[in-house]
């Protein structure tokens, strides 16, 4: 039997269930996640540059790494951030064709990151098992495609909410916090290459 | 959307419909499927006690291999692996797994006002993974291949030159699963306490315990991914071929110790604030008063937090680092006494004007303040470079870190258990059994470890298994045995309490010890949605604090596992999100990564091969049924631009 109870209350039933950012817990699990992430890089970076500190030579005996995949990469990843942009613009609309159409947009920028990417490991110049250094970058190079490769599935995944029968409202908030991830992959990439392809050339 | 002035209506929830929503039918499924805090607490909870027992069955038989000089009980090799075994399980398997994941899942929901954890699916994911670290460790230990460079692991001991074979490696991949899961229940934790907070539970009336595991979420998240890299690269170091650590070929060996202890000291925080924050709890409910300074205490909480990172190289005074280091990190080290002391003080000043009760749960408190400050005081002694120098590697040390995590985290982790039992199970402890309990461990623990302050003074070094009967160490180490089988024998009266308890104790009520925080406002056990109505919070301490006639949330639809969100800093109600069914996805999810790190130690193929599968039970994790779907886009609300 059901029990109702007068007491005064504070109602909360027309209170929307589809919001984006700060109201939205998704919102807030991927900006920890991207802090633990980033947490890791930092460590990695600090690694990277306190080995530097143990050596005469960097890299040592051996040829920094090919300057122009890196360079391709990076523009590539730069231009990315425009269907990244218009996917969150969308999903905030509540425009599904516009969402879908930037989501495979930025699909194919990943897959072609990525693709670009295992040049990048032939560019490298060494292997991880020649010295400390060559750990050093391999680390690097593998944390973060990593991640490149967790954001183009997760990217794939919502391809496939957009385009399916499970689509829902409360998907273009997860369609906008996976913009803010690749970002994130982004900004790190960026980062990342000043230090592979700078570092090796001018410290 | 603007919410109206409290309007008297007649609240539409109804428990048998929240029964129907949320419980978690099914039997064994139950417990493969949790999706519910109180259900995945009670397993950290069981689970995080087991490996206690565990660990403290390995000290045990360290303490007898020590008892007498020449001693052949253990041996050497089996020695190493126990006390190995023994320092991973306790920080690893018990303290930060009990500390902050089983009180911070099943309390914080609660204490907050809410009828969940947020992500709750991540939540039992990181339990599962947890359990692959401790069976990793102990499967290790049990097939007599178990870890043996200590619980830190230091290379170039640990490296492949040095220990050849596996049993390193069970060590720096177990590593990665319990971080895992701590860096899991970080995000719900986080989530949960910035966005499921009752309304009018603003940043200002939190209580303190839940503002402590906030401030350790984010140190775990800042923590933990420094150990989690540097047990990574020791593991490529030896499984393929790297040279991270490998002086030869340009590595570093202090570059381990650097990251190890950029996490390892930060640790010894998260592993102490939880137990402060305990005590803070307990001061005030048994001082029927509020407690003294909460701002102050809770600054002091985050500055701990802040400073607890920068005190890392005190762990490496003894590697020969500049001076100018030593100095800074001295200072750094007796600065981070400033918060805690504070803290002192103010539970000092909360007892001294309230009316303390002196009930069970305050004998282990007292303890606590008792060995904690011994702890302390014999930090100071190791902050000073000369002494630490003198003490480095011996008896000392061991003294002092047991004095502080012991003081710091068991004793209050036994008055959190005694104060929060009935909670949990809906019956009081037997009070004689506890004090008989505690009586038996604090006598044995300060037989134990205070000697082992004279025994480091006298040269005695830490991790060998036996010494000469010439050196004089015999009589020291006898009163330490005895000591430690005191101890074995308070858990047995612990364990005895808690079955006996859990059967026959006196039924507890709601509120048996008359607190104000939230948990105490629902039955005990909470049912498996938590609360009727969502409570309104006007205080600190919400139910003592409460107006007569308290205000209540309606609206939350109960045919569905709908939650309220708040914003994080004055807990206004926001919006409202469904939560997730029970699956089995996490459970099956953790079984496919724990293949693939185990894996990774014999063939790094392993982690090619198990990527597709780990990406397939992630997607079948959250794929939503279409019946779902459907429901939410009949109730879907945008907010309005």
Redesign the interface.
């Known amino acids: 039997m059901e029990r109702t109870t007068d007491i005064p209350v504070l109602d909360v039933s027309g209170l929307p269930t589809v919001v984006f950012r700060e109201p939205n817990p998704i919102f807030w699990g991927n900006l920890l996640y991207m802090l633990i992430e980033g947490a890791m890089f930092a460590m990695i970076f600090a690694s990277y540059f306190y080995l530097r500190t143990r050596s005469t030579e960097w890299p040592p005996g051996l040829a920094p790494p090919y300057l122009w995949y890196g360079v391709a990469n990076t523009i590539l990843f730069l231009t990315s951030v425009v269907p990244a942009r218009s996917i969150q613009l969308r999903a905030r609309a509540g425009d599904l064709a516009g969402s879908l159409t930037g989501l495979i947009g930025l699909a194919a920028f990943g897959l072609i990151c990525l693709v670009i990417r295992g040049f990048e490991f032939k560019g490298l110049n060494c292997r991880w098992d020649a010295n400390a250094y060559g750990s050093m970058v391999w680390a690097l190079l593998v944390l973060h495609t990593g991640h490149l490769l967790t954001e183009w599935i997760e990217t794939l995944v919502m391809v496939a909410f957009a385009s399916s029968r499970k689509m829902e409202g409360k998907r273009f908030p997860d369609f906008d916090v996976n913009s803010d991830y690749w970002y994130f992959v982004v900004g790190w990439a960026v980062i990342m290459n000043i230090v592979l392809y700078g570092t090796t050339r001018l410290l | 959307?603007a919410?109206?002035d409290?309007?008297?209506?007649?609240?539409?929830e109804?428990?048998?419909?929240l029964e129907r929503t949320w419980s978690e039918r099914g039997g064994m499924y139950r417990w493969f499927a949790p999706v519910h805090h109180t259900t995945i607490g009670k397993m950290y909870f069981v689970t995080a006690g087991i490996f206690l027992l565990l660990g403290g069955i390995l000290a045990a038989l360290i303490r007898i291999q020590l008892s007498r000089p020449e001693n052949n009980f253990l041996g050497p090799d089996r020695y190493n692996q126990f006390f190995t075994v023994h320092g991973s399980t306790m920080i690893f398997l018990f303290a930060v797994p009990m500390m902050y994941q089983a009180f911070g899942v099943y309390l914080v929901p609660l204490m907050v006002g809410a009828r969940n954890i947020?992500?709750p699916r991540l939540a039992a994911f990181s339990y599962f993974i947890y359990v692959g670290g401790c069976l990793l460790l102990w499967g290790g230990l049990l097939l007599n291949i178990g870890a043996d460079a200590g619980w830190f692991s230091y290379v170039p001991l640990s490296g492949p030159a040095f220990s050849p074979g596996k049993r390193v490696d069970f060590w720096a991949q177990m590593i990665t699963f319990t971080e895992l899961s701590a860096?899991a229940v970080?995000?719900c934790l986080?989530?949960t306490i910035?966005?499921y907070r009752a309304?009018g539970m603003t940043l200002n009336r939190m209580p303190l315990l839940v503002w402590e595991k906030l401030v350790l979420s984010f140190m775990v998240?800042?923590a933990?991914?420094?150990v989690?890299?540097v047990s990574t690269?020791l593991l490529?170091?030896r499984t393929?071929?790297?040279?991270?650590f490998?002086p030869a070929?340009?590595?570093?060996v202090l570059?381990y110790q650097?990251?190890f202890w950029?996490f390892g000291h930060p640790d010894v925080y998260i592993i102490f604030l939880p137990g402060a924050a305990i005590i803070s709890t307990l001061v005030a409910t048994f001082s029927r008063r509020h407690i003294f300074g909460y701002p102050g205490i809770v600054v002091a909480t985050i500055a701990t937090g802040f400073l607890g990172f920068g005190v890392w190289v005190h762990h490496m005074f003894a590697t020969g680092i500049p001076q100018l280091s030593e100095s800074f990190f001295t200072a750094a080290t007796l600065m981070i006494v400033i918060p805690t002391a504070y803290q002192f003080f103010c539970w000092i000043a909360t007892l001294w004007n309230g009316r303390p009760q002196l009930r069970l749960p305050m004998l282990w408190v007292g303890g606590f303040f008792f060995v904690f400050m011994i702890g302390g005081l014999s930090g100071l002694m190791l902050a000073s470079v000369p002494v630490d120098l003198q003490v480095h590697d011996t008896f000392f040390v061991v003294a002092h870190f047991h004095y502080v995590l012991i003081g710091g985290a068991m004793f209050p982790m036994f008055a959190g258990i005694y104060y929060w039992f009935p909670k949990v199970v809906g019956r009081m402890a037997h009070e004689a059994l506890a004090k008989v309990h505690f009586w038996l461990f604090f006598i044995g623990f300060n037989l134990t470890f205070f000697t082992m302050h004279f025994l480091g003074l006298r040269g005695m070094p830490r991790r060998i298994y036996t010494y000469l009967p010439e050196m004089h160490w015999t009589g020291l180490n006898q009163i330490a045995t005895a000591g430690a089988g005191f101890m074995t024998l308070g858990i047995l009266v612990f364990l005895i309490n808690l079955f006996w308890s859990i059967k026959r104790g006196t039924i507890a009520g709601p509120n048996p010890w008359g607190a104000g925080s939230l948990e105490w406002s629902v039955p005990s056990p909470p049912p498996p949605y938590n609360f009727v109505?969502i409570p309104?919070v006007d205080g600190r301490e919400a139910i003592w604090d409460a107006p007569p006639?308290?205000?209540?949330?309606?609206?939350?639809r109960d045919e569905v596992r709908e939650v309220?969100?708040t914003?994080?800093l004055d807990a206004e109600?926001?919006?409202?999100?469904?939560q997730p069914a029970p699956s089995v996805w996490p459970f099956l999810t953790a079984v496919v990564v724990s293949a693939v790190l185990i894996g990774s130690i014999f063939t790094l193929k392993a982690v090619s091969y198990g990527?597709l599968p780990i990406?397939f039970s992630i997607?079948a994790w959250?794929?939503?049924k279409?019946h779902e779907?459907e429901e939410?886009?009949e109730?879907?609300?945008?907010?309005?631009a």
């Open positions: 959307m919410v109206a409290p309007i008297i209506v007649s609240a539409g109804s428990e048998e419909r947020a992500f860096l970080a995000v986080i989530v910035l966005k309304p998240i800042f933990m991914p420094a989690m890299l690269m490529m170091d393929a071929n790297t040279h991270f490998n070929e340009g590595g570093d570059l650097h990251l950029f109505h309104t006639n308290p205000v209540f949330v309606s609206g939350i309220l969100l914003n994080s109600p926001e919006a409202k999100e469904e990527a990406a997607i959250i794929w939503p279409e779907v939410r886009r109730h879907e609300k945008w907010r309005a």
